[in-house]
């Protein structure tokens, strides 16, 4: 198998957590015979400095021209007081919309040994596991019109959907259910918002071509709640762009830490891969960043852009087996370390790829 992978490492922990997802894909890659190629672009506050914009027109080329683009995080402090169209995150909403994908695939799940991280009880997380469906190149994020009416003293934004945009991003949500529990949970706001009155009324009648799925819908003010208090009667939960923003950093508690998530963009020319964190700057460069996120978004990658699904569960299981094992990161401890033992980020990825080399021999 020969693939081509453009890495935009970005900002902060991005470049630290990234290589690590690479040195597991070679490991993949020589286990299997398989041919990786990488390259590297600019994104984010790295590419204002060095390009004078957080996306070069280079770095939308080269992942137009690639099988899959990984990225690491984009933003930092500096860049806080720039207009939103000029700052890190518009060079990660300008990729998003280059390369396509709507559908972004956010798992939240529980790792039983870090069950104690959790500020959750954990009966409450254990066991967990939803795959989260947000929809990406809509709503408020890109709804027109939008301003900052600076005379006026006045601004607005705009959620808006077609239909059409609905039932896409839900047609791959049933899919994905249909391959899980078979229950789709759909998000809105539907008492309020006529935009949730036609999510709804979409959702409705995509659900009549998968008989075979149960649809239910919450309110996103009572969702974020049934959340955390049961968190294990949810499988696949599908939301509009903002509210998925939302609820998927909420879930993130489920897991104990934002470092271990990754995520998928699917349905576009290209799909693009990123840990659901950050890019950290208060820890960027220290070592301390937690590597599984990126690593368990090359899973994805291998998984959803590769067909290597045996690969893409070999990461996975890995990533299970060093946490058995008792290696953290420091995101993953809480008070004493105990029979754990800490490591920095690149110790970590290499006791993944040990793992991943031991699974796939
Ligand atoms: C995320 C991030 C981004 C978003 C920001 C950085 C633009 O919070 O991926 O969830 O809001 O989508
Ligand atoms: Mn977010």
Redesign the pocket.
């Known amino acids: 198998m020969k693939l081509k992978i453009l890495v935009t490492a970005g900002d902060g922990v991005g470049p630290e957590v990234t290589n690590e997802a690479v040195a597991v894909l070679k490991e993949v890659a020589s286990a299997g015979g398989h041919t990786f190629e990488f390259d590297a672009k600019r994104i984010g506050g790295v590419a204002i400095v060095q390009d004078g914009t957080p996306l070069p027109a280079e770095t939308v080329a080269a992942a137009l021209s690639s099988d899959a683009v990984l990225l690491g995080?984009?933003?930092g402090n500096e860049f806080n007081s720039m207009p939103a169209d000029k700052r890190?995150?518009?060079g990660?909403?300008g990729i998003?919309s280059a390369l396509g994908g709507f559908a972004?695939l956010?798992p939240a799940f529980a790792f039983k040994e870090l069950a104690i991280n959790s500020p959750l009880r954990p009966e409450i997380v254990e066991g967990a596991d939803i795959l989260f469906v947000?929809e990406?190149l809509g709503g408020l994020?890109f709804g027109k019109p939008r301003e900052w009416n600076k005379e006026k003293k006045e601004a607005w934004n705009t959620m808006r959907y077609t239909r059409e945009e609905v039932a896409r991003v839900a047609r791959i949500a049933f899919q994905l259910a249909q391959k899980r529990k078979k229950k789709l949970t759909s998000v809105d706001k539907a008492n309020v918002l006529e935009v949730s009155q036609l999510w709804r009324a979409t959702v409705n009648e995509v659900a009549a071509e998968f008989p075979d799925v149960t649809v239910e819908h919450q309110y996103v003010d009572a969702m974020s709640m049934h959340l955390m208090n049961r968190p294990r009667d949810f499988d696949v939960v599908l939301t509009e762009?903002?509210f998925?923003?939302i609820l998927?950093?909420e879930s993130s508690v489920i897991t104990g830490s934002m470092g271990m998530l990754p995520?998928a963009t699917l349905g576009g020319k290209v799909n693009l891969y990123?840990p659901?964190h950050?890019s950290a700057p208060d820890i960027a460069g220290k070592g301390l960043a937690n590597p599984v996120g990126a690593i368990m978004s090359a899973a994805l990658l291998l998984r959803h852009s590769a067909g290597l699904e045996k690969e893409a569960v070999s990461i996975e299981t890995a990533v299970r087996k060093v946490l058995e094992q008792g290696f953290r990161t420091t995101d993953l401890v809480r008070g004493k370390a105990q029979g754990l033992t800490v490591l920095s980020t690149t110790e970590m990825g290499a006791k993944v790829r040990e793992a991943v080399k031991l699974l796939l021999a």
Request: charged fraction near 30%; glycine fraction near 12%; proline fraction near 4%.
């Open positions: 995080a984009v933003g890190p995150e518009a990660l909403l998003r972004n956010r947000r990406l994020y762009n903002l998925g923003d998927t950093d995520s990123e659901v950050g």
